[in-house]
């Protein structure tokens, strides 16, 4: 059976938050189903969502994106909505987001924490520092305007859904989600929403340096999968660049008294220019591969957006009738 809205809570070892989130939910959001999946808690996490009413499943493998892997292949919803477990994020905004999803059309809503109060909540400056860093370097590489990267408050569409790629194992997921929707040229909307820190006695599964260092390599790594030509092209300066600098002194000797002196130099030279070369032309092959990509990618959103008419009959005929 499809769900018109999921809520979907990934959780580990949230037992002194996850029946607030719950009942909150609930009540903004009466029609939705209420999914917690439990990560391998130790603290009874998973019965006091039972009891609070929702619906718990679990993943055995550890890690955040291992979890909404597991989310997004097993449940059908027209609407997603993802949210922590930790009791973080006001459920008064669910709806909003929601609605820009189902109403508007938006594949994409991420609750911008950083507009609002999360500088003033977040008790940990080096989180603050990361999310500034995350967002501008994003912004920069991607040329969006996405307000708040690693939000872990989003609502999405059954096409981003079942056409995103799992790839992350942990909290570098939401920076994943975030490159993909870009790339693709979904839509993304943002709306800004309250952030309050974890209540006393419960404590942040994030590791600033592991996960925040994880997070840069993953945005490194993306950028080179869906911008090669720039990425490969920028080493290659940097490797031409550095050539032409070590080989002016030698090609100025060798005008001057007509012989080269510094022929290991000359050899090394040789190869860094080569190597930029080649960087380059990686960088235009890659380009074309990642084309045909976005081509094949058109076509499994065909076959996706046909999987949800099928699914919600009635939502299709009320929008083509509007």
Do not use: W
Not at 28 to 45: H, K, M, Q, R, W
Not at 144 to 164: E, H
Request: one cysteine or more.
């Amino acid at each position: 059976m499809a769900d018109k809205i999921a809520v979907l809570i990934p959780c580990y070892n949230e037992s002194k938050s996850i029946a607030k989130v719950v009942r909150d939910m609930k009540e903004v959001l009466p029609e939705a189903v209420i999914y917690v999946y439990d990560n391998n808690s130790t603290d009874g996490t998973d019965e006091i969502a039972r009891q609070a009413g929702a619906v718990v499943r679990y993943e055995y493998q550890q890690g955040k994106g291992n979890v909404i892997r597991s989310m997004f292949r097993d449940i059908d919803a027209q609407c997603y909505l993802m949210v922590d477990g930790d009791d973080t994020y006001p459920a008064e905004y669910a709806r909003e987001m929601c609605d820009k999803v189902l109403n508007d059309r938006t594949d994409m809503v991420v609750g911008d924490r950083l507009s609002s109060t999360y500088f003033t909540e977040n008790k940990r400056p080096f989180h603050n520092f990361g999310n500034s860093l995350v967002r501008g370097s994003i912004n920069y590489l991607f040329h969006s305007d996405i307000k708040d990267i690693m939000t872990g408050y989003r609502a999405m569409s059954y096409q981003f859904v079942k056409t995103y790629p799992v790839l992350s194992k942990n909290f570098e997921i939401e920076t994943e989600m975030t490159i993909h929707a870009i790339d693709k040229n979904m839509q993304v909307d943002n709306v800004i929403v309250d952030y309050r820190d974890r209540q006393e006695g419960s404590e942040s599964k994030l590791n600033t340096y592991t996960d925040g260092f994880k997070v840069i390599r993953t945005i490194l790594r993306m950028f080179k999968d869906y911008r090669p030509l720039k990425f490969f092209a920028s080493i290659a300066a940097v490797l031409f660049v550095l050539g032409v600098i070590f080989f002016i002194p030698i090609l100025t000797k060798y005008i001057r008294m007509g012989i080269v002196t510094k022929i290991p130099s000359l050899i090394v030279i040789g190869f860094v220019v080569l190597t930029a070369i080649i960087c380059l032309f990686s960088g235009i092959i890659l380009t074309t591969l990642v084309q045909q990509h976005k081509q094949i990618f058109e076509f499994q959103l065909q076959q996706v957006s046909n999987e949800y008419k099928r699914l919600f009959p009635e939502e299709n005929a009320e929008k083509e009738d509007a």
